[in-house]
């Protein structure tokens, strides 16, 4: 909950352009065109979240670093499913 308008504004300056935040010892903020497509990037997030979690679980300590995705892969995959529309499209299922 933000309790002020400067905490508001800084918030929201640290989004940017984006549409997910996640605020330290606060978890996740997701902002979208609809509320259905900010629920669907929550969820999302959350899921991401809990992957990275059993990655590193899994991996345990000092056992080596996870594969990254190429940052060129990765920006392709942001252009097709990182559209409000697909948001949009996800949240009606």
Known sequence: ?????????????????????????????????????????????ERLCQTQLLIEAAMGSGKGEPVKIPHDVAEFTKAVTGTPTSGWNSSRM
């Open 1 to 45: 909950m933000v309790l002020s308008g400067d905490e508001s504004t800084h918030i929201a300056q640290a989004l940017g352009q984006c549409k997910a935040i996640i605020l330290q010892n606060h978890g996740q903020l997701t902002v979208g065109q609809t509320i259905g497509e900010a629920v669907f990037w929550f969820i999302s997030l």
